[in-house]
């Protein structure tokens, strides 16, 4: 690698070199879209959440992160969303990837982010740098005459616009709290404002639920519904159903423990498309603060972590859960303790239950018979986003 190679924050005179880079990675943006890229950047450059690699004066890779918070068993984390991974076609396979990597991930934990996570083009270097799979995107079919058959006509729903955008993340919150939710992601307020007000979303607001959809080539697609109430629930997907005259099926970004596949009277389509998220611990012990854990485990063990990419996390640990909260503090203990690197942290903070993890060789050592308890104390609904980033 050229000795001239060097990390910078990325400024509004380096974004046309970003956007060259960018079109070589992943296709040209839209005129439209290329000036919400823009808008969207500055706010990146305000934050310091974009970086990049120059060579001599010019700009031959880039990072961004989104500032979002992530549901992990009730609770919210932050987490650094990063995006926008793009390297010049002759500068690959020279460790560019990597360095701009590593320099997005050390602003991440500057600014205090317990957890990141992204969408892979490719996992080698993702897993080199610590990440592992924590879920799944997941995108299922129903036909749209037996959405609109679902009932809740005593429900009241109405249209909703940009006005309504702090309503939607109370009750999503509500939602993901009750029903100790794990893995999908809060925007901020003026961002789920701008899509509620974009002409192809179709937004309906009841008292306990909200529904986000539009048309996506030729067919409806839901992009988020949210109800508090089996009657909501079927209004709501009766409503996105009252299009099955013009669409015959309705795609639909859902977890697979959504009550809509209890609810809709013949199965989803069996040709369902996921796709997978990778997750990064940054900070063991905030990440595991500010985690919730399953009601009524109980969990007393120590941990020998070892992390090549971020020091902090790398040493014997002790983890305590409890009453549905955790903690990870340091541990002077000499016994045999349950060792993971990098990537075994991060999957079974994902729920990947410790058999898996161990049998992928990504854990190795401590009592068997903590093991069952360790599961139970990580294990809850499946984990999943709605949103690709």
Not at 326 to 337: C, R, W
Request: proline share 4%; charged share 25%; aromatic share 10%.
């Amino acid at each position: 690698m050229a000795d001239d190679l060097r990390l910078v924050d990325v400024q509004t005179e380096h974004l046309d070199d970003v956007l060259r880079v960018r079109s070589r990675s992943f296709g040209l943006l839209e005129a439209g879209r290329r000036e919400e890229w823009k808008a969207d950047a500055q706010a990146w450059i305000a934050g310091r959440r974009i970086v990049g690699v120059m060579d001599g004066d010019e700009v031959v890779a880039s990072a961004r992160y989104w500032p979002f918070e992530q549901w992990w068993s009730g609770r919210k984390v932050p987490m650094a969303g990063v995006a926008g991974v793009v390297v010049a076609p002759e500068y690959r396979g020279r460790g560019v990837g990597s360095m701009v990597m590593r320099g997005i991930l050390a602003r991440a934990v500057e600014h205090g982010y317990p957890l990141s996570a992204l969408y892979p083009a490719t996992t080698v270097i993702y897993r080199h740098l610590g990440y592992e799979f924590g879920g799944g995107r997941y995108r299922y079919t129903f036909p749209a005459a037996d959405l609109r058959s679902l009932g809740g006509k005593e429900v009241s729903v109405r249209r909703a616009g940009p006005a309504d955008a702090g309503r939607f993340l109370e009750l999503a919150g509500q939602l993901h709290s009750s029903g100790r939710s794990n893995g999908p992601i809060v925007w901020p307020e003026a961002k789920v404002a701008e899509w509620l007000g974009e002409d192809n979303s179709f937004c309906y607001l009841a008292e306990d639920g909200f529904v986000v959809y539009g048309w996506q080539s030729g067919k409806l697609r839901v992009e988020e519904l949210i109800a508090g109430s089996e009657a909501t629930a079927r209004a709501l997907w009766a409503v996105v159903g009252s299009g099955s005259s013009i669409s015959t099926d309705v795609d639909a970004y859902l977890s697979p423990d959504d009550p809509a596949h209890l609810l809709v009277p013949t199965e989803a389509d069996k040709n369902a498309l996921i796709e997978r998220w990778m997750l990064r611990v940054l900070d063991a012990p905030a990440a595991i603060s500010a985690r919730g854990f399953a009601p009524g485990a109980s969990l007393e063990v120590d941990l020998d972590l070892d992390d090549s990419e971020l020091g902090a996390n790398t040493g014997r640990w002790h983890l305590s859960v409890s009453d549905g909260s955790g903690s990870l503090t340091p541990s002077t203990s000499s016994g045999d303790a349950l060792r993971l690197g990098s990537r075994g942290l991060t999957a079974l903070y994902a729920g990947t239950p410790l058999p898996a993890v161990r049998k992928a060789g990504l854990a190795w050592g401590g009592a068997a018979a903590d093991d069952g308890a360790i599961d139970t104390a990580f294990s809850g609904a499946t984990s999943y986003m709605l949103d690709y980033f």
